[in-house]
């Protein structure tokens, strides 16, 4: 089966910029999820999805991140503007089930974001 | 914040050899899984074991899971230079399922 999908793989961008991701789950996954990894620690989540609704955005920075889920299969995540701290790799993931714990996640290859 | 910190930051072992990963946890979790990460494929799940489990096979894989010490080990055997990879432990909140990955541990297998 096809894997998770992401694009670009890489972005350069300078401070203030904005940037947008773009990820395509595992066809039949209703649950997808955004995670931001800066280099030597693991994945922290951003946010979850639930089909196109939003179970879990606790650790999103909402003054300058957004994602959106619209028809319930790929997604979007944008930052505008972009901080220095922002550079980091940006994973999607889908799994079958909603509760993280209990399903296993599928990784796309991330986008690694540069901020200069 | 990190639910799982995994010990130690760092390995490295020659091909052949065992290598032992722990992870620590602080607070009831439901499942723990691991995970490894390369530049070749990514993120990419290994295990999962549930908090009602004590250990769990998986090929060269085995999971420990004892959950008086809030603490689990995976144990790589016979390891292969393909095996060279960061290994994180993530855990769920046992109230709400939320998925936390700790640091990882840097495993380097030597051929």
């Known amino acids: 089966e096809a894997g998770v999908a992401q694009s670009p793989r890489y972005k350069i961008i300078e401070k203030r910029q904005s940037v947008a991701f773009w990820c395509n789950p595992i066809?039949?996954?209703?649950?997808l999820y955004w995670y931001q990894q800066i280099l030597g620690q693991g994945p922290k989540l951003l946010i979850q999805?639930?089909?196109?609704?939003?179970?879990?955005d606790s650790q999103l920075p909402k003054d300058r991140f957004s994602a959106e889920r619209l028809k319930g299969v790929d997604s979007t995540l944008k930052i505008q503007p972009a901080k220095l701290e922002d550079s980091a790799v940006y994973l999607c993931?889908?799994?079958?089930?909603?509760?993280?714990?209990?399903?296993?996640?599928?990784f796309g290859p991330g986008t690694r974001l540069t901020v200069t | 914040s990190q639910q799982g910190e995994e010990d130690p930051q760092a390995l490295s072992i020659q091909e052949g050899e065992n290598a032992t990963m722990n992870c620590s946890y602080k607070?009831?979790?439901?499942?723990l899984q691991w995970y490894r990460q390369n530049s070749g494929r990514g993120l990419v799940h290994l295990i999962l074991?549930?908090?009602?489990?004590r250990e769990k096979h998986s090929g060269r894989l085995r999971v420990t899971l004892d959950t008086s010490k809030k603490s689990s080990s995976l144990l790589i055997t016979a390891s292969r230079a393909a095996d060279t990879a960061s290994y994180f432990c993530?855990?769920?909140?046992?109230?709400?399922?939320?998925?936390?990955f700790g640091k990882g541990t840097l495993l380097t297998v030597n051929p």
């Open positions: 993931a889908s799994s079958f089930g909603e509760l993280a714990g209990v399903y296993e996640q599928y």
């Open positions: 066809s039949g996954h209703a649950t």
């Open positions: 999805f639930q089909n196109n609704g939003v179970v879990d």
């Open positions: 607070t009831s979790i439901n499942n």
């Open positions: 074991i549930r908090s009602n489990e």
């Open positions: 993530a855990t769920d909140n046992r109230s709400n399922y939320k998925l936390t």
